[in-house]
């Protein structure tokens, strides 16, 4: 039994200490516990590698995507594209749903934060192509909203959030919560 042990944790701690820095070319963004991180996976809907549910496409654009790293099976949640606007991960990699590519960004891993395997993706190579930037979401967006052309932040002018904070208000607790909020500190 001992060895059988042995054994098995010689197995292991390649996996759990890869380095998966080496080659990245991505860019810092000052976050902490950023550790620059290029590995190849297959794009995977989310919802259906978890609960079975799995619709055409990866959903055609409604779901989060996740990255399922080759070398150890985990899953990686891809937060972030390369946009300063801090937009998604998931129009960038839409078109690779069900593709095994290789990714390079940021990773981000701390014990302290609970965060791991949160991934900034910053450029993506499908299988014998070149390397493109995660850059499409705002363009995309802006293709699927033509109306809400204009200046400043898309978010601020995306229809479905100017519904939801319609509906809601911006604090997410009614209209009437934001009218007393509003009163009491503006």
Known sequence: M??????????ASP?????????????????????????????????????GNC?????????QLGLLRSVDNVMIL???????????????????????????GLMIEDEDLNAKNLYMVQKIKAAGGEWVKASQATKIWAKQFPEAKGKGAWYRRDPRIKEIIGREGYLGLGLEADAVFIEENF
């Open 78 to 104: 891809p937060l972030k594209n390369n946009q300063a606007a801090f937009t998604g991960a998931a129009p960038d990699l839409a078109a690779y749903c069900g593709q095994t590519i290789r990714v390079d």
């Open 55 to 63: 619709p055409d496409n990866c959903g055609d654009g409604s779901r």
């Open 15 to 51: 996996l759990a200490a890869q380095d998966f820095s080496e080659g990245s070319q991505a860019k810092s963004w000052n976050l902490y516990a950023e550790v620059p991180a290029t590995f190849e996976a297959t794009v995977v809907d989310l919802l259906c590698t978890l609960t």
């Open 2 to 11: 001992r060895h059988f042990i042995a054994v098995l944790a010689l197995i």
